[in-house]
């Protein structure tokens, strides 16, 4: 039988760990994990989206004289569920960043209600995405089916509860929510990113929209598209320049198809259609057409783009 020197490895595993939590100034005490857990985020996210759509994502025996039963007691778990992770998230940012923990417990109540508050928002604008869907796609039969199949709604599902949690000063939490449809949807969208109500993502995969993306209402976007940077400035010292904006704004009722790439700071006007395949780098006029041929902004009509419900 083969000898593998379980407890030398676990002892060097043990140095190495150590060495590593010194250096980020983690805690050295015993006890309970310091920062948030994806495992329990996911389960949260399932929850919520069961809470948010119960008759389409809740449990497949649900009645519907059983749905504000079945949205309450949810929502309690989930609710208890994420403030515990929001705790954690909060504790483990006060003392990485060298600040006094006394009052994280407070401040994390106050953050899970205003989320917890946000939650008939979400659903408006998931509305909205879902019509923008089924209106923008002559292949889908029905909302439910929009709602059940596509991955586009599914990583809105997640985009919106993330954005909301990002905004709300969680970083980590909102970081390890989007990358979950990631995973599932090969749909990235980085949770700073502001999204109008009403966006469509048809097809998906390979999709890339960046951090301080700003995109407006009614926006429609193919598969493989990047609203990426153009460059990434450093400082004096060579280290990266965080939070600046560097990510394309996108305005109403743009359509930009399959393969687009969009880099930098620039504005696509309201109506601009933005062809396949196009390497992008500089605004376009409201109304303007860019195509792979000609690279060229054209005079045409802004391309109608699918209606999305009125939002308060």
Not at 135 to 144: E, H, N
Not at 185 to 197: F, L, N, R, S
């Amino acid at each position: 039988m083969a000898n593998f020197h379980i407890e030398q490895i676990a002892a060097s595993l043990s140095e190495v760990r150590r060495e590593w939590r010194e250096a980020q100034k983690r805690s050295q005490e015993p006890g309970g994990r310091e920062f948030p857990s994806r495992d329990a985020l996911a389960q949260v996210v399932e929850q919520l989206k069961g809470a948010l759509f119960p008759m389409r994502l809740g449990p497949y025996d649900l009645r519907q004289e059983s749905e504000d039963f079945y949205v309450a007691h949810t929502l309690d778990t989930a609710l208890h569920t994420l403030f515990a992770q929001i705790s954690l998230e909060l504790t483990y940012s006060a003392r990485h960043e060298e600040r006094d923990a006394d009052g994280v417990q407070d401040q994390a109540q106050q953050v899970a209600q205003a989320f917890a508050q946000s939650l008939p928002q979400i659903r408006r604008l998931l509305d909205s995405d879902v019509l923008a869907a089924y209106q923008g796609d002559p292949a889908a039969r029905s909302v439910d089916e929009v709602l059940l199949c596509y991955p586009g709604v599914l990583a809105m599902i997640h985009h919106r509860l993330a954005h909301c949690l990002y905004r709300l000063g969680l970083p980590l939490l909102a970081r390890i929510v989007s990358e979950l449809a990631h995973s599932q949807t090969g749909i990235d969208i980085h949770p700073g990113a502001q999204i109008g109500a009403g966006f469509f993502i048809d097809h998906g995969t390979g999709v890339v929209i960046g951090e301080t993306a700003v995109i407006g209402q009614r926006v429609r976007l193919y598969q493989a598209v990047t609203l990426g940077a153009k460059r990434f400035p450093t400082d004096a010292h060579g280290v990266l320049q965080k939070g600046l904006p560097r990510h394309p704004v996108v305005e109403d009722d743009v359509v930009i198809y399959a393969g687009a790439t969009i880099l930098g700071r620039v504005t696509l006007g309201k109506g601009a259609v933005i062809g396949g395949n196009v390497w992008l780098t500089h605004d376009v006029a409201p109304g303007g057409n860019v195509t792979q041929a000609s690279t060229q902004e054209s005079g045409r009509a802004p391309r109608p783009a699918p209606a999305a419900e009125a939002l308060p």
